[in-house]
T-cell receptor
Framework: QKEVEQDPGPLSVPEGAIVSLNCTYS??????FMWYRQYSRKGPELLMY????GNKEDGRFTAQVDKSSKYISLFIRDSQPSDSATYLC???????????FGTGTSLTVIP | NAGVTQTPKFRILKIGQSMTLQCTQD?????MYWYRQDPGMGLKLIYY???????DKGEVPNGYNVSRSTTEDFPLRLELAAPSQTSVYFC???????????FGEGSRLTVL
């Protein structure tokens, strides 16, 4: 069983739509829950990370973690064409030594 | 701060050749990582290091070697390049007790 499973997509939405990206994880001992954004031919960049269950907001982005069901989500409100990218969920294990990544979801926002 | 710097950005190798991908960071991070990314496969960990002089294997270490003689540098060595090593390689660094992992821009390697 993979440590992190991510809905593969791709997703294509009209500008202004609400986008929901989802991942599940296998080990309840995982500690940090992250979302990275990767533009084509670039390295991933951190969008948000959280330590606990619940919601964390940053502008149009909301990260949600449900530790009881081992489920993490990223919501994007009022999506923009500039949000078109691949989104990767990631988890850091309790030792801190390793990060585990989902396979990524490709998002296209159509003007 | 330059962050994480990788060189070269692009390289074409012939089968059987060897090369080193360079990675340096100026954030004084203890943790450094090498990943490879293939289309639709996400990021796979090759090797990681938790500090100078300490390295460990990740998920896909075969065909690669690393060293960590300083906090700043974490080079990845490819011995006897094979077509299966055609990929995009990312170096990254982090500190403990954070979810932040800082990536370089990537090195695109093709083995023919």
């Amino acid at each position: 069983q993979k440590e992190v499973e991510q809905d593969p997509g791709p997703l294509s939405v009209p500008e202004g739509a609400i986008v929901s990206l989802n991942c599940t994880y296998s080990n309840s001992a995982f500690q940090y829950f992250m979302w990275y954004r990767q533009y084509s031919r670039k390295g991933p960049e951190l969008l948000m990370y959280t330590y606990s269950s619940g919601n964390k907001e940053d502008g149009r982005f909301t990260a949600q973690v449900d530790k009881s069901s081992k489920y993490i989500s990223l919501f994007i409100r009022d999506s923009q064409p500039s949000d078109s990218a691949t989104y990767l969920c990631a988890i850091r294990d309790r030792t801190g030594n390793q990060f585990y990544f989902g396979t990524g979801t490709s998002l296209t926002v159509i003007p | 701060n330059a962050g994480v710097t990788q060189t070269p950005k692009f390289r074409i190798l012939k089968i059987g050749q060897s090369m080193t991908l360079q990675c340096t960071q100026d954030m004084n991070h203890n943790y450094m990582y090498w990943y490879r990314q293939d289309p639709g496969m996400g990021l796979k960990l090759i090797y990681y290091s938790v500090g100078a002089g300490i390295t460990d294997k990740g998920e896909v270490p075969n065909g690669y070697n690393v060293s960590r003689s300083t906090t700043e540098d974490f080079p990845l060595r490819l011995e006897l390049a094979a077509p299966s090593q055609t990929s995009v390689y990312f170096c990254a660094s982090s500190q403990l007790n954070t979810g932040e992992l800082f990536f370089g821009e990537g090195s695109r390697l093709t083995v023919l």
